[in-house]
């Protein structure tokens, strides 16, 4: 009862397919023997019928008594017996079918291939070349006294060279967007640098190659071509700017100045520090001050 269960053969599928072939041949066999020896006493049977029965002596077809014309329509059903067992279901059987019908499947698969070749190729499925799009790294650059002031009457509250420099070697080849009076504080057009001047007056007149529109969107549409478009001022540009920017470059001066322009705070939360270069003033930078950068978080 509770001894150790004894392990069971397992048979597995190909197997048992080969024992269930193997007794249905056995089976057919069996069917052709017996339909054999019922053949040959029929046929015996017949012989008797008419030659010592004298059943059907009289009746002939061409000059042949009627049990041949029965006995050799039973050899045939016998001889087509013979052959559905030996020959049918032995080489054209259940493996033969399969065989055949991979080989239509193969051949059906070959002429769809070649009718994908020969019909015309659908315009819409072709590869279309799609332009490159550089991806935009939208940079606003600024100036900032500790207190955040970054000008006075449109004008600049300080002088710092070094400044000045970082400013033109990172925006030069760029689109430089800005607000109206920004644009107003340049003397003329800063060379080697597209404009982008936001203004509400639908009517404001720039000089060639300036562009005008009257959106922050509409700016940075204008500059869909450059990877680093910088937003350079001012103080309202800057507080829509820093809202959707992907980095600020910033000078930070250190020291506090009053001012009528600031820029927004920078939320350490959303901003990530990344750089930071500290000089001393010197002859041509009245004041200490910081370069730093910041991607956001």
Request: glycine share 4%; net charge positive.
């Amino acid at each position: 009862m509770f001894g150790k269960k004894k392990d069971i053969p397992q048979i597995d599928k190909d197997q048992l397919e080969l024992i269930q072939n193997a007794q249905k041949r056995i089976k057919q066999k069996k069917r052709l023997y017996i339909h054999f020896v019922v053949f040959l006493i029929g046929a015996v049977f017949l012989i008797i019928a008419n030659t010592l029965l004298g059943i059907g002596e009289d009746f002939k077809l061409f000059d042949l008594n009627w049990f041949v014309y029965a006995i050799l329509i039973w050899l045939f059903l016998f001889v087509y017996h013979l052959f559905s067992v030996f020959v049918t279901h032995k080489f054209m059987g259940k493996a033969w079918e399969q065989q055949q019908l991979n080989k239509l499947v193969a051949k059906q698969q070959d002429r769809i291939e070649k009718l994908k070749q020969e019909l015309p190729k659908d315009i819409s499925s072709e590869k279309k070349e799609i332009p490159h799009v550089p991806k935009q790294e939208l940079t606003i650059i600024v100036a900032a006294a500790e207190n955040d002031a970054i000008g006075k009457h449109n004008k600049l509250i300080w002088h710092i060279s070094d400044d000045l420099k970082r400013f033109k070697n990172l925006t030069s080849g760029h689109h430089i967007i800005m607000g109206r009076k920004t644009f107003e504080s340049f003397p003329k057009p800063l060379p080697n640098r597209t404009h982008v001047v936001i203004t509400r007056n639908p009517n404001y007149k720039v000089p060639e190659g300036v562009v005008v529109v009257h959106t922050l969107e509409d700016a940075i549409k204008v500059c869909a071509n450059d990877p680093q478009p910088y937003v350079i001022g001012g103080g309202e540009i800057y507080k829509q700017a820093i809202l959707i920017a992907d980095k600020i470059e910033l000078t930070r001066v250190h020291e506090s100045f009053p001012a009528d322009t600031f820029f927004p705070k920078i939320d350490p939360s959303i901003w990530k520090e990344t750089n930071s270069v500290f000089h001393k003033k010197d002859d041509k930078n009245e004041f200490d001050f910081t370069f730093l950068t910041y991607v956001r978080a």
